[in-house]
């Protein structure tokens, strides 16, 4: 479990909210969670996806990086592990130590194939890889994964830690999915919630893999979330649709996810 010491604060960074492919204003997913604990700032990195990495570099260093949470292996979300690689292996102030990274089963040899390395060694040296299955602890955070509804193996979270000022908060991550009962776990009574929302309401979408604005604001009610933030919008939609159909569907504090927006959770 979580010590009982709390953080002086827990905090979001949308480092990159476009949505399948970067876009003009934003690269492919990834946020910066960061708590100060115990005498230092604790940086987690969920997702690395296209264009991530360079952007990252504005917010923390990378080399600081405590551990790395993939929520699943399309190249949107976690292709930039293939240079965070490079950065780790060959800095010229030497190889860094391992550092964890959870993700779905064989997330090891995904990235093995991404960069052609051999499977038998790959990145092992560089990363320490743990498979989502149960709840686990980095520093002041608990994380909790939960299965959700897209095409390969995925998963949403909840990102919780104890705070010196407003007790335990809570930040929740939908991943990529379709509409899932999964969502509602997720999301229960979070502080802030981050949801993808990546197809129009009224068009012909397939089933088992992305949701709408709607659907993110039907989520968000049902859960009683304080906060709604719509992310992974691809540039080829209008985002305020989409943040307009969130908005007829949840009548709290919703808004659309910007490049460089700092959360307090």
């Given at each position: 479990?979580?010590?009982?010491?709390?953080?002086?604060?827990?905090?979001?960074?949308?480092?990159?909210?476009?949505?399948?492919?970067?876009?003009?204003?934003?690269?492919?997913?990834?946020?910066?969670?960061?708590?100060?604990?115990?005498?230092?700032?604790?940086?987690?990195?969920?997702?690395?996806?296209?264009?991530?990495?360079?952007?990252?570099?504005?917010?923390?260093?990378?080399?600081?990086?405590?551990?790395?949470?993939?929520?699943?292996?399309?190249?949107?979300?976690?292709?930039?592990?293939?240079?965070?690689?490079?950065?780790?292996?060959?800095?010229?102030?030497?190889?860094?130590?391992?550092?964890?990274?959870?993700?779905?089963?064989?997330?090891?040899?995904?990235?093995?194939?991404?960069?052609?390395?051999?499977?038998?060694?790959?990145?092992?040296?560089?990363?320490?890889?743990?498979?989502?299955?149960?709840?686990?602890?980095?520093?002041?955070?608990?994380?909790?994964?939960?299965?959700?509804?897209?095409?390969?193996?995925?998963?949403?979270?909840?990102?919780?830690?104890?705070?010196?000022?407003?007790?335990?908060?809570?930040?929740?991550?939908?991943?990529?999915?379709?509409?899932?009962?999964?969502?509602?776990?997720?999301?229960?009574?979070?502080?802030?919630?981050?949801?993808?929302?990546?197809?129009?309401?009224?068009?012909?979408?397939?089933?088992?893999?992305?949701?709408?604005?709607?659907?993110?604001?039907?989520?968000?009610?049902?859960?009683?979330?304080?906060?709604?933030?719509?992310?992974?919008?691809?540039?080829?939609h209008d985002a305020q649709r989409m943040l307009t159909e969130s908005l007829g569907t949840f009548d709290g504090p919703t808004e659309l996810a910007v490049q460089g927006a700092v959360y307090a959770i």
């Amino acid at each position: 479990m979580i010590p009982k010491m709390g953080t002086t604060s827990f905090r979001m960074t949308v480092v990159g909210c476009s949505g399948s492919y970067p876009g003009p204003d934003s690269p492919a997913s990834c946020y910066l969670v960061q708590a100060e604990h115990a005498g230092r700032t604790w940086s987690l990195v969920v997702d690395l996806g296209n264009g991530a990495l360079g952007a990252l570099q504005r917010y923390v260093d990378p080399l600081e990086v405590d551990a790395v949470l993939l929520s699943h292996l399309h190249a949107d979300h976690c292709v930039d592990m293939t240079s965070y690689y490079v950065l780790r292996k060959y800095h010229p102030h030497g190889t860094q130590p391992q550092i964890p990274v959870w993700g779905p089963s064989n997330t090891d040899v995904r990235l093995a194939h991404a960069y052609d390395l051999p499977i038998n060694t790959g990145m092992r040296e560089e990363f320490e890889f743990h498979v989502f299955d149960a709840p686990f602890v980095v520093g002041p955070f608990e994380i909790e994964p939960y299965s959700v509804d897209h095409p390969v193996e995925a998963y949403g979270m909840r990102i919780s830690a104890d705070t010196d000022e407003h007790g335990r908060r809570t930040l929740a991550y939908s991943g990529d999915t379709g509409v899932t009962p999964a969502l509602l776990d997720i999301a229960h009574e979070a502080d802030l919630f981050l949801c993808e929302a990546s197809f129009r309401d009224g068009d012909d979408n397939p089933p088992s893999l992305h949701l709408t604005g709607a659907e993110c604001g039907e989520a968000a009610a049902k859960s009683r979330v304080k906060r709604l933030v719509i992310t992974h919008i691809p540039p080829w939609h209008d985002a305020q649709r989409m943040l307009t159909e969130s908005l007829g569907t949840f009548d709290g504090p919703t808004e659309l996810a910007v490049q460089g927006a700092v959360y307090a959770i």
